[in-house]
């Protein structure tokens, strides 16, 4: 079993900077995601990361602004957040998957979610 804990989320103004992290415990040889929901939409599948780090998705609309990344040895995952825009407003989560892909994949494994608030 895995479990997966986020935490980074705050309170920021527009163009301000965060970095999101998950902690993973158990297994770690996933392909790893960061998801949001805003109220009233869909989950947005953000950013994805292979387990050696060497592939990464981003969604187009934090293309150039977010990096997504990771560390095994701490377990961790980070999702580093610049040039923030009131409609990043979400609740961000991190996921899982036993799939090799990093994208149209099904994920195994979901956090709790940090919130991200960006004021204009």
């Known amino acids: 079993q895995v479990q997966l804990v986020e935490s980074g989320g705050g309170l920021v103004q527009a163009g301000g900077s965060l970095r999101l992290s998950c902690a993973t415990s158990?297994?770690?040889?996933?392909?790893m995601g960061w998801f949001r929901q805003a109220p009233g939409k869909e989950r947005e599948y953000v950013a994805g990361?292979?387990?050696?780090?060497?592939?990464?998705y981003y969604a187009d609309s934090v293309k150039g602004r977010f990096t997504i990344s990771r560390d095994n040895a701490k377990n961790t995952v980070y999702l580093q957040m610049n040039s923030l825009k009131p409609e990043d407003t979400a609740v961000y989560y991190c996921?899982?998957?036993?799939?090799?892909?990093?994208?149209?994949?099904?994920?195994?494994?979901w956090g709790q979610g940090t919130q991200v608030t960006v004021s204009s």
């Open positions: 996921a899982a998957t036993t799939s090799m892909s990093i994208t149209n994949v099904s994920w195994d494994y």
């Open positions: 158990g297994r770690t040889r996933y392909v």
């Open positions: 990361v292979s387990w050696s780090g060497a592939r990464t």
